[in-house]
């Protein structure tokens, strides 16, 4: 039974530029969540995917942006990056929006 | 607003010892706390959850109690082992979202042998 993965595990982009992060959920879960994990700091809430729709936002602009694919696959998509947007994006799997989150290992973004 | 707090930052801790970690959250409507391990580049791990209809609950060596009045909640480690090394967090969810959680700071238990 697979876990929680995540596409790719290290990410170098200039700032300006947009990139793509990619989250699979556990098998049998149908919702996904986003945080953003700056050093030394708890995850912060992005937002969430259930039933093909964001369901919950947090306190992030609108350079962030994601999808939910049919079979509940996630992207995390953030525009214009900025420095401080380097951080570990997590992505954390459940059934149904209050169930138990599994994360995955992360994608660590530089911005340079 | 929504808040959790976090205490204390660093625990060290001798082996065998035990070690306790404690949050408190400000939205009265929370209703879900789980835990989390990070170990040293790794994905955080759920270790163990309450909701706001039980006091406390164990599993085997960890152990969290809440006490919905004082709105806190606390995370104990028994009989410590070096491989309990980890930063911790606590997290609520918070009272009118279906899955957002709110997560503390951290807290870096080191445990000596």
């Known amino acids: 039974d697979a876990g929680v993965t995540q596409s790719p595990t290290h990410l170098i982009k200039t700032r300006g530029q947009q990139v793509t992060l990619r989250c699979s959920p556990k098998s049998g879960h149908d919702t996904v969540s986003w945080y953003q994990q700056a050093l030394g700091q708890g995850p912060q809430f992005i937002f969430q995917y259930y039933e093909e729709e964001e369901r919950q936002r947090g306190n992030f602009p609108d350079r962030f942006s994601g999808h939910q694919f049919p079979n509940y696959s996630s992207e995390l998509n953030v525009n214009a990056l900025l420095l401080g947007d380097s951080a570990l994006y997590l992505c954390?799997?459940?059934?149904?929006?209050?169930?138990?989150?599994?994360f995955g290992p992360g994608t660590r973004l530089t911005v340079t | 607003g929504e808040n959790v707090e976090q205490h204390p930052s660093t625990l060290s801790v001798q082996e065998g010892d035990s070690a306790v970690i404690k949050c408190t959250y400000s939205?009265?409507?929370?209703?879900?706390f789980p835990w989390y391990k990070q170990e040293l580049g790794k994905r955080p791990q759920l270790i163990i959850d309450i909701r706001s209809n039980v006091g406390e609950k164990k599993d085997q060596r960890i152990a969290v109690t809440l006490n919905k009045t004082a709105k806190h909640f606390s995370l104990h480690i028994t009989e410590t082992q070096p491989e309990d090394s980890a930063v911790y967090f606590c997290a609520a969810r918070v009272g009118d979202s279906w899955g957002k959680l709110q997560f503390g700071a951290g807290t870096q238990v080191v445990v000596t042998p």
């Open positions: 954390a799997s459940s059934f149904t929006q209050g169930g138990e989150q599994y």
């Open positions: 939205d009265s409507a929370s209703n879900y």
